[in-house]
């Protein structure tokens, strides 16, 4: 009916995306198609490693669900509790796990999609292997529901791990942190599972503003890395490994301080620091936040750069970076002290950080995805070719430009 008479669909599940792209503009026109209700969890194949779900289905029950059958479904975010796994296709969601495991677009096996005129695609298969033709089912992950509406998925399981060796490391600078990474990457290899940058003044805000979280180290410093590692054997040496990996950095002077989680109860502190960041940052002020990435080897010229060109700029207000290392994305933060401040200077400040990332081969968008707030971004951050070929997409499957007007293109 919606195809028969042009009206715009706007697909919605959690409503916990960052960018605008489940929010219909103000024609007052569009039908929002809420996923919610059609949550239902239609198989596990323990055997395959898979598992298959309605697109409503909010992410921390795919983790329960994968949990009871001895497995993990490794992407993981803040919003985690709330989040739907069909905005995490559609947003190619990133998190704390890609490191490992790579983002939603790797843990995606099949789909199934209601296309703009109504007809169902049914790629639902749950194959690691297929070559049979153009792999159709990537077209919609991270198209932010302009091409069709998701509605099944089929999701990557993977093998549960045993332990978990958390750590909270202070370092002197991000080069130091970059150093760390290098290290425990080419030492620990796949065992490195997370590696998450916080900066100094971030970690004090979650600090202030959230009840319940505590500085974990005595000192407080300019830089901070939480960083896990994992194992699934019977038998792991991690702990005594990384303990001696970071006691040998704090005798060599590289990392200034480090605590790794003696329980569960620790690491699941440890991890509250880092997720309640977006949180703390909106109770600090009206919140600028950028989602650019870079080639990891660019990352401490990239913070520098904008802490060079940001922090003259913005008196008043606070400058924080948080992100994710081992993924090259960093996530520069600009708390205003109030709406009018904010106002007067997002514009420019998000051209400045964006300009930065896009003169070092970056990305402005690296895993929330572009939906109406970077829209105009977007131009200067593709070829004309590029550009061409993704209109050339959409208006060959969604000619009425039903699906999601005004969003990414
Ligand atoms: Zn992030």
Redesign the pocket.
Known sequence: MCAEHLIPIVPQGGNTGVCGGAVPDNSGRSIIVSLGRMNGIREIDAANNSITVDAGVVLADVHREAQRVNRLFPLDLGSSGSCQIGGNVSTNA??IGVLKYGSMRSLVLGLEVVLPDGEVLDCLKGLRKDNSGYDLKQLFIGAEGTLGIITGVVLKLFSRPTHHTTALVGLPSCDAALDLFELCSSSMGSHLAAFELISGMQLEAVIENIPGTFRPLEVKYDWYVLLELTDDALDSELLERTENLLSGMIEAGDVSDAVIAKNLNERERLWRIRHSVSEANVRQGHVLSH?TSVPISRIGDFIRTCDEKLSHRLPGTRLHFV??IGDG?V?VVVVFPDSEAFDRNWAQISEIVNGIALGMHGSIAA?HGIGQSLRQSLRQSKSETELRLMRLVKESLDPGNIMNPGKVL
Request: charged residues 25%.
């Open positions: 990133g998190g989602d992100g994710h994305n996530h895993e």
